[in-house]
């Protein structure tokens, strides 16, 4: 299986904690919350089948519903700015963080057009307990192939949000690639050639893009 395509089948998987929580230690472990969310999307996704065989778009609906609330998109968007942060004004990084998640929720729908609920199933790593001082934690997670295929090696990293008192999900690494690292990367180069204005447009112009196959669609 190619990484990227595995990227794209775990999309579904990255989630943040809960917001009920008051302290660190009332916050859902990582591990339990990582496996209880995307179980519910996965199941989400079963269940209206039917709809989004009729039109693809739907999956939009299911990824802001389900998916979007837990993924920290905005500390996601500001680690793929990386230095070019520094170079923006305030309302540059406001439209490039909007743009960006819209661009997340066209990627995952592509990923979703991918998924098959009865040739896919995920393993999830064993909760470990979370020292009081950590504020990274490393969720290792394997993509299952019915048909016998070896296991695609997912890790999920999460940070602790002492503002919002959440785990937060902000990158996946799929067989030793990060994604955050190959998307800052990718944005560099546009930034370099468009700058970032242009870079917004780009993004914004994907982000509107019908959902379809991932094999017809562009990254």
Do not use: C
Request: no cysteine; aromatic share 10%.
């Amino acid at each position: 299986m190619k990484i990227w395509y595995a990227f794209l089948m775990a999309a579904l998987l990255v989630v943040t904690g809960t917001a009920v929580a008051n302290t660190k230690q009332d916050a859902e472990s990582p591990y339990v919350l990582l496996e209880r969310v995307a179980n519910k999307t996965a199941k989400r996704i079963s269940e209206e089948r039917s709809k989004i065989n009729e039109d693809l778009d739907y999956l939009r609906v299911i990824i802001r519903e389900e998916l979007m609330p837990y993924v920290d998109a905005t500390y996601a968007a500001k680690r793929v700015l990386g230095r070019n942060l520094k170079d923006t004004t305030e309302q540059q990084r406001q439209e490039f963080y909007s743009v960006f998640r819209e661009y997340l929720i066209a990627t995952y729908g592509r990923a979703f057009t991918q998924y098959d609920e009865e040739k896919h199933e995920f393993q999830f790593e064993r909760a470990r307990d979370i020292a009081p001082d950590d504020r990274m934690v490393e969720v290792k997670t394997r993509l299952i192939e019915k048909d016998g295929r070896p296991p695609v090696r997912l890790d999920f990293k999460l940070r602790y949000d002492d503002d919002e008192k959440v785990w937060k999900a902000y990158d996946l690494v799929v067989e030793g690639v990060s994604l955050l690292n190959s998307k800052a990367a990718e944005i560099s180069s546009v930034i370099r050639d468009r700058g970032i204005d242009g870079t917004i447009a780009l993004l914004r112009e994907k982000g509107q893009e019908p959902i379809q196959p991932y094999d017809q669609g562009n990254s």
